[in-house]
């Protein structure tokens, strides 16, 4: 990318990963307290919630703001048109789900589940209050006020979630802390935004032409929201509250640098790919440049909270939060595959039309749930390396799309990533090999472990000149302004 369109994507990813950072490192403040104060048995419980959330958090947004981003110019009606939709669909899945509450908790045993539900899914309407104002910020590439935003509002949710697993509130404290934080975010782009819904009357007529894009972003979104949570449904059907706690906390422990970076990536490169969608070969460098930074930023991090994954909840969550280990340890092996696959999907969606977007869904969901029925019955550690197995099959099928629609060849791709790979594999064992001179698991173990990790993955890194070594350098020199003369 060039020019004033490079700078802001420049720009972007750099307010974005800025403010994931801090929003990774207060989250992890957070859950460490949290943790400490809670019982496993109440995250089991939260856990059964979010996952119908997340899906209903899929229709109600019903992939309209997408069109929006992917749209060059978008009428007012059309702001208005989905401004509606949401709040009158976010309604509706309120009603629904707090309607079946009761069914819920009788079949997992949870009746506290009853009197959480009126109060947590009402994150679902505060959410649709605010979509259009995120949407509108996305295409003028605000991120830095996005950033401040989301950083704020995880403030003030932590901050309210600790004080009341302190006193006591249990589970509450978990519930305050997801509503508490849609309502500050909610409350914020609303006050920063002069959007409002003015203007013509209430007129859905706009929706007509962005319905096919649309739906089939939806019945995708929609299907990976539900097999993203299938695990949790049915652990929490099959084993006990405690468990279910242990192995969604392994999950969310995983997923906390890895989506919030791959949030900030996809946030800004989907807007900028679109830009530049009919320039082919500028196009294909954009991508490959991507997933090489992606890659090398990510590849270590996750291969390294494998191998400190004993030592980091000693140290940090203490003995109560071990059986959470091995799963952690196991789970991490995905995150190498993930961001690799959600990159290759931001290009399908600049690329390809809804349909087929869908229809690769498809292709992964049958893989999905062969690999589901053969691990759930057996035990959650097996179901842990399923997730594995279908995190790489996931990355597998949106690559090759990718790859299929873009001009960027697969040795050309694989030449990219296999330097990151061979590098990220020997910190790891690197790391995993202190153990032999250090065999008490704790802090002092830890902090060697990760001297010696990022030691000798920058060595390794210099020594061997690898590109995206050198992009991430020149990045940081740009924005910290150390700009070579």
């Given at each position: ?6 700078d802001?994507?420049a720009r ?5 990963v800025a403010?994931k950072i801090?929003t990774?490192l207060l ?7 949290v943790l400490r104060?809670l019982?496993?048995?109440?995250f089991?419980v939260?856990a059964?919630l979010?996952a119908?959330?997340?899906?209903a958090l899929?229709v109600?947004d019903?992939g309209f ?5 992917r ?5 007012p009606?059309?702001?208005?048109a989905v401004?509606?939709?949401n709040?009158?669909a ?8 707090v309607g079946?509450a009761p069914v ?6 949870m009746p ?7 109060v ?7 959410n649709?209050?605010?979509v ?5 910020f996305?295409?003028?590439f605000?991120f830095d006020?996005?950033s401040k935003i989301t950083?704020?509002s995880s403030?003030?949710?932590?901050l ?8 006591g509130c ?6 305050a802390?997801?509503v508490s934080?849609?309502?500050v975010r ?25 319905a096919p894009?649309?739906?089939s972003l ?8 539900v097999?993203?949570?299938i695990p949790?449904?049915f ?13 969604d906390?392994?999950v ?5 640098p ?6 900030a990536?996809?946030g800004v ?13 500028k196009?294909a460098?954009?991508y490959?440049?991507?997933v090489?930074?992606v ?7 996750m291969?390294g ?5 004993e ?6 969550l ?5 059986p959470t280990?091995?799963?952690f340890?196991?789970?991490c ?6 961001p690799?696959?959600m990159v290759a999907y931001?290009i399908l969606k600049?690329r390809?039309s809804?349909p087929e ?8 969901k ?10 759930i ?6 179901v842990v390396?399923?997730?594995v ?7 597998t099928v ?16 694989l030449r990219?990533l296999l330097p ?5 594999a020997v910190?790891?064992?690197c790391v995993?090999g202190?153990?032999?001179f250090?065999?008490?698991?704790g802090?002092l173990?830890?902090c060697?472990r990760i001297?010696?990790g ?8 210099a020594l061997?000149r690898?590109e995206a070594?050198?992009a991430?350098?020149s990045?940081c020199?740009?924005?910290?302004g150390?700009h070579?003369?």
């Amino acid at each position: 990318m060039a020019g004033e369109l490079r700078d802001s994507v420049a720009r972007g990813v750099a307010w974005s990963v800025a403010e994931k950072i801090g929003t990774m490192l207060l989250q992890a403040g957070v859950s460490i307290v949290v943790l400490r104060l809670l019982m496993p048995d109440d995250f089991g419980v939260i856990a059964v919630l979010t996952a119908f959330a997340a899906f209903a958090l899929a229709v109600v947004d019903s992939g309209f703001s997408q069109t929006l981003i992917r749209r060059p110019d978008p009428a007012p009606q059309d702001y208005r048109a989905v401004f509606f939709f949401n709040i009158a669909a976010s309604v509706g899945a309120y009603f629904l789900l707090v309607g079946l509450a009761p069914v819920v908790a009788s079949f997992y045993g949870m009746p506290v589940i009853v009197r959480l539900a009126p109060v947590f899914f009402l994150l679902l309407p505060v959410n649709a209050l605010c979509v259009i104002q995120h949407t509108i910020f996305t295409r003028q590439f605000r991120f830095d006020l996005l950033s401040k935003i989301t950083f704020v509002s995880s403030l003030v949710s932590g901050l309210f979630a600790i004080g009341l697993a302190a006193a006591g509130c249990g589970v509450w404290a978990l519930v305050a802390q997801r509503v508490s934080q849609m309502a500050v975010r909610a409350l914020l782009l609303w006050s920063l935004s002069e959007w409002r819904p003015q203007g013509g009357g209430l007129c859905f007529v706009p929706l007509r032409s962005m319905a096919p894009y649309s739906f089939s972003l939806l019945a995708s979104d929609l299907i990976s929201a539900v097999y993203n949570k299938i695990p949790q449904l049915f652990i929490g059907r099959l084993y006990s509250a405690d468990t279910l706690g242990f192995f969604d906390q392994a999950v969310k422990l995983k997923d906390l640098p890895l989506t919030s970076a791959m949030t900030a990536v996809q946030g800004v490169t989907f807007p900028a790919l679109a830009r530049i969608s009919d320039s082919g070969p500028k196009f294909a460098e954009s991508y490959r440049q991507v997933v090489s930074v992606v890659a090398y930023v990510l590849f270590p991090v996750m291969l390294g909270l494998s191998a400190v994954s004993e030592d980091l909840f000693v140290a940090l969550l203490g003995s109560k939060w071990l059986p959470t280990v091995p799963y952690f340890r196991t789970i991490c092996f995905a995150g190498l595959f993930y961001p690799v696959a959600m990159v290759a999907y931001n290009i399908l969606k600049v690329r390809c039309s809804g349909p087929e977007i869908f229809r690769l869904e498809i292709i992964k969901k049958v893989g999905m749930t062969l690999i589901l029925v053969l691990t759930i019955p057996r035990s959650v550690q097996a179901v842990v390396w399923g997730l594995v197995v279908f995190s790489f099959f996931e990355m597998t099928v949106n690559v090759g799309a990718s790859l299929r629609v873009s001009e960027l060849s697969a040795r050309r791709f694989l030449r990219t990533l296999l330097p990151v790979v061979f590098v990220s594999a020997v910190m790891f064992f690197c790391v995993r090999g202190v153990s032999l001179f250090s065999p008490e698991a704790g802090v002092l173990r830890l902090c060697i472990r990760i001297f010696v990790g990022v030691g000798v993955y920058l060595l390794l890194s210099a020594l061997f000149r690898l590109e995206a070594f050198s992009a991430c350098l020149s990045i940081c020199r740009r924005q910290f302004g150390f700009h070579q003369k």
